[in-house]
């Protein structure tokens, strides 16, 4: 038996008694909601022959955590801290959660929500506490037109229902969990494969062709979103550092020394970055916990083990090559954290093909400037090349956008490095350090650019 909620669209008056009812049940602060009122609006004006007529409409949809049959947050938790309970409640246990974010990424309905004041995330756990003492969740409880409800299900099919009759569920009713995503009402997401438990009765406009968008979205958006800028950092330092490991030992025998603590330097910083953007930091030991399942958790380890291979190398040289090795799996399991089916954006071979040559570009650039390997240069020129027909072939932006800086960024150091390949050592001196600085503020914007995609997720 597993507990689903159910939904009369066709009802819901916006009074938005459920979210509130939410938020004092669960001393939630100012900016963070576990249930949200979505507000839905669209047409206008029309002509028809010699009169105009109008086609406006909105609905209303309610929507909390789904409870899915499968869990994607669960799933990418590196610490495990997600609890899904035989009666398919799923909720967050707080002495494990880090506060990193990862599943608010994954989720396909932006369910769970960072709580400040704990530095955790936090979500609907459909009030388990009433259930188990056999009352309502408070936001059913408080629904004064009674179009908030849950059903219980047995292998999918509704046995108990609250509210309703079992033939107009089954007949006008929409039960989620049997839909493809691509049927299910606008705004939820097109692309879930979670199942979701819960049923909707369809506002009559929620069946329309015309053009649907949120109108509260000011109002549902969390204010007390994370900032990912010490992933840029993170994700940049760490990948120059492997970078650079692969280039040293391309360009010397032994890597010397000062290199080899410049390698060491960048992925102390980058764990430093990783370690500051966690909300719960005392939880931090807990991350490699989830390797079952979750790719954070993988990344979270070849880091670790590639930084003890760098170590191990200042008496063990001939261990490299194998850190070498961990560094590919590094870069690897880094890329697959982005690659996340509700992050269209992310979830492309772009994000690996573009971490391997972010890693390759900068520490070819950072080892030329380092050991004066002019025979790199042409490397350089080639990942440059590569790298800026990859900036070209991504989805077009509006004229003036982060994707034309980049493209001009990329341009002028693809420039600097054909001067650089034959340019005499005097000069070269002086551009190798502009080329490194260009390259550098290029990856730094497309990486932010990168972030941004979370603001257009669905559901904010």
């Not at 408080?142 to 108990?160: I, K, Q, S, W």
């Amino acid at each position: 038996m597993t507990y689903a909620f159910t939904f009369d669209s066709s009802a819901c008056s916006g009074c938005k008694a459920c979210q509130e009812a939410c938020k004092d049940k669960n001393n939630l602060p100012v900016g963070v909601m576990w249930r949200r009122v979505i507000e839905v609006s669209g047409g206008g004006w029309v002509q028809a022959g010699d009169a105009w007529i109008n086609n406006v409409f909105a609905y209303n949809l309610s929507i909390a955590c789904n409870h899915c049959e499968h869990p994607k947050c669960a799933g990418v938790c590196p610490t495990d801290a997600y609890i899904h309970r035989a009666d398919g409640i799923v909720y967050i246990d707080p002495d494990k959660c880090m506060g990193c974010g990862y599943c608010s990424w994954a989720c396909p309905y932006n369910a769970p929500r960072f709580n400040p004041e704990l530095g955790q995330m936090s979500k609907c756990n459909f009030c388990f506490d009433n259930i188990d003492a056999g009352f309502p969740p408070s936001c059913v409880a408080a629904c004064p037109m009674r179009v908030l409800n849950f059903v219980e299900l047995d292998d999918g099919r509704l046995t108990v229902d609250r509210g309703h009759q079992p033939s107009t569920v089954h007949g006008q009713w929409s039960e989620l969990w049997e839909l493809p995503a691509s049927e299910h009402p606008f705004p939820l997401p097109n692309n879930s494969r979670t199942e979701p438990h819960l049923v909707v009765k369809p506002h009559v406009a929620m069946g329309n062709d015309l053009e649907k968008k949120i109108s509260n979205s000011e109002e549902i958006r969390p204010r007390h979103q994370k900032s990912e800028m010490p992933l840029v950092a993170f994700t940049l330092l760490v990948q120059m550092a492997v970078g650079a490991f692969w280039a040293a030992l391309w360009m010397t025998e032994s890597i010397p020394l000062i290199p080899y603590l410049m390698i060491g330097l960048c992925l102390g910083l980058g764990g430093l970055f990783s370690f500051a953007h966690l909300g719960a930091k005392r939880n931090a030991w807990r991350a490699p916990f989830h390797l079952k399942k979750s790719w954070l958790s993988r990344e979270i380890l070849f880091f670790g083990l590639f930084g003890a291979g760098w170590l191990a190398g200042f008496v063990m040289p001939e261990i490299k090559w194998v850190t070498s090795l961990l560094g590919l799996g590094l870069i690897y399991s880094m890329a697959k954290v982005y690659q996340l089916r509700p992050m269209p954006a992310w979830n492309t071979w772009r994000t690996t093909a573009g971490f391997f040559i972010t890693a390759a570009l900068l520490g070819n650039v950072a080892m030329v400037n380092l050991l004066g390997a002019k025979s790199e240069d042409f490397a350089v020129l080639a990942l440059l090349a590569v790298e800026l027909a990859m900036v070209l072939s991504a989805k077009p932006k509006a004229e003036g956008s982060v994707t034309n800086l980049r493209v001009g960024l990329s341009a002028a150091a693809l420039l600097g490095a054909g001067i650089l390949l034959f340019a005499s050592n005097p000069l070269g001196v002086w551009i190798s350090p502009v080329l490194f600085l260009l390259i550098l503020a290029e990856e730094i914007i497309g990486r932010v650019d990168f972030y941004t995609a979370l603001d257009e997720k669905p559901l904010r």
